[in-house]
C-alpha cells in the first residue's frame, strides 16, 4: 500500500479529495445564496434575516476556507473556478429571493444537500483512517443539523 506523507492510504485519500472538491463546490454555491439573500431579502424579517444570512455566509466563507486547506494537507488540488463549482454543486441556486419563507427554506434545503455529501465523506474518512477530515465533517454536520432546527422552529 502506498501512503502520503501524513500516511494514509493514496487511493482512499485521492477520494477523499474527490469528494471533498464536491463540497467545496457545493458550498461555495450556499455561500453565493447566502450574500444574495443577505442582499435582497425584505418584509417585516428582514433585519432578523439580514442579521443572520451575514452570520451563516461569514461561517461558510470559514468552512469555504478549511475544506480548501484540508485538501492540500491531503496533497489534492481545491477547485477554484466557478464553473467547476456550478458543474459539480447539487446545492439549488437561489435567484431573486426576497421573501423570507422562501429564503428560510432555500437554507434549510441548501444544509440538508451540504449534509448528504458531508455524511458520505465522514464514512469515506472513517475508512480512510483520516481522523483529520473525520473530526471537520463531524463537527460541520452537528452545528449543521443545530442550524436546521432552528430555521425549521421559525418556519413553523
Known amino acids: ?85 456550478i458543474t459539480m454543486a447539487k446545492v439549488p441556486v437561489g435567484k431573486n429571493i426576497s421573501k423570507d419563507v422562501e429564503a428560510v427554506e432555500l437554507v434549510v434545503n441548501s444544509l440538508s444537500e451540504l449534509l448528504k455529501i458531508e455524511r458520505s465523506i465522514l464514512n469515506q474518512s472513517d475508512d480512510a483512517n483520516d481522523e483529520g477530515t473525520n473530526s471537520m465533517m463531524s463537527d460541520f454536520i452537528a452545528e449543521q443539523e443545530k442550524t436546521i432546527w432552528m430555521l425549521n422552529a421559525w418556519l413553523a
Not at 18 to 25: G, I
Not at 66 to 74: D, G, V
Open 1 to 85: 500500500m502506498s501512503t502520503t506523507i501524513l500516511g494514509l492510504d493514496k487511493e482512499k485519500v485521492k477520494g477523499l479529495n474527490t469528494n471533498l472538491n464536491e463540497l467545496l463546490a457545493n458550498f461555495q454555491v450556499y455561500y453565493q445564496n447566502l450574500r444574495g439573500l443577505h442582499w435582497n431579502i425584505k418584509g417585516r424579517s428582514f433585519f432578523e434575516l439580514h442579521v443572520k444570512f451575514e452570520e451563516l455566509y461569514t461561517d461558510s466563507q470559514e468552512k469555504i476556507d478549511m475544506i480548501a486547506e484540508r485538501i492540500l494537507t491531503l496533497e489534492g488540488t481545491p477547485l477554484h473556478t466557478f464553473n467547476e463549482y
